[in-house]
């Protein structure tokens, strides 16, 4: 599946993005608000495209223009719901890229995907204090629901508060 939007194309990985992927993700302030490690060396790179980054609704986020990785966006339907109406985002922008509104325009993208696959409510999570985050769960329409304190993330071997919010899809 490959999703067109204004200026950006949403797109399978593939194994050839895996150095500028390395170079994006070995940035310390991507991981960390994600809850993963940065990466240290290019395998890091090829073990997620083989894994997590190879999950169905995972893209790579590409510029249009010149095809250069920005980040990654993903939806993920919580399998263990019979009815498959819930799903969660998760995303990241490499920091050369950051304010130009790529996070939201790719976010509105996935919403609608989301809208497509019948997903009726779709999860949004962020770290304590990861404003710009927030801002992009405000601007793409969530709603506060909920903040859970000292939850683990075993990845970068942490606890920490995590913010919910909330999108309600209307049905079809
Ligand atoms: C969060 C992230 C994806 C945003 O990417 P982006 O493409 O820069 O986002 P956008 O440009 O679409 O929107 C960012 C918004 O946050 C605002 N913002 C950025 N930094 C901010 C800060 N420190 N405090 C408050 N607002 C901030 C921007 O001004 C913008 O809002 P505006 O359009 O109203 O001006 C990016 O910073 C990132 O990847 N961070 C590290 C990984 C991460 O946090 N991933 C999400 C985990 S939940």
């Given at each position: 599946m490959i999703i067109h939007t204004q200026r950006l194309c949403l797109r399978p990985w593939s194994d050839a993005d895996a150095p500028a992927l390395f170079e994006l993700a070995r940035d310390p302030r991507i991981g960390m608000l994600c809850g993963w490690k940065p990466y240290e060396r290019i395998d890091d790179a090829h073990e997620a495209l083989s894994t997590f980054?190879?999950?169905?609704?995972s893209y790579a986020v590409?510029?249009?223009?010149?095809?250069?990785l920005v980040g990654s966006i993903a939806l993920r339907i919580?399998?263990?719901?019979?009815?498959?109406?819930v799903a969660d985002i998760g995303y990241w922008i490499g920091a050369p890229y950051w304010g130009n509104g790529y996070a939201s325009e790719a976010g509105r993208a996935i919403i609608e995907r989301a809208r497509e696959l019948g997903v009726e409510t779709i999860i949004l999570k962020y770290f304590d204090g990861n404003d710009a985050s927030r801002r992009v769960s405000e601007k793409l329409g969530f709603t506060w629901r909920s903040r859970e304190e000292g939850v683990e993330y075993p990845l970068i071997g942490k606890h920490l508060t995590v913010h919910c919010t909330e999108l309600a899809l209307a049905a079809h």
């Amino acid at each position: 599946m490959i999703i067109h939007t204004q200026r950006l194309c949403l797109r399978p990985w593939s194994d050839a993005d895996a150095p500028a992927l390395f170079e994006l993700a070995r940035d310390p302030r991507i991981g960390m608000l994600c809850g993963w490690k940065p990466y240290e060396r290019i395998d890091d790179a090829h073990e997620a495209l083989s894994t997590f980054l190879a999950a169905p609704d995972s893209y790579a986020v590409t510029l249009s223009s010149t095809g250069e990785l920005v980040g990654s966006i993903a939806l993920r339907i919580d399998t263990d719901s019979p009815e498959a109406t819930v799903a969660d985002i998760g995303y990241w922008i490499g920091a050369p890229y950051w304010g130009n509104g790529y996070a939201s325009e790719a976010g509105r993208a996935i919403i609608e995907r989301a809208r497509e696959l019948g997903v009726e409510t779709i999860i949004l999570k962020y770290f304590d204090g990861n404003d710009a985050s927030r801002r992009v769960s405000e601007k793409l329409g969530f709603t506060w629901r909920s903040r859970e304190e000292g939850v683990e993330y075993p990845l970068i071997g942490k606890h920490l508060t995590v913010h919910c919010t909330e999108l309600a899809l209307a049905a079809h």
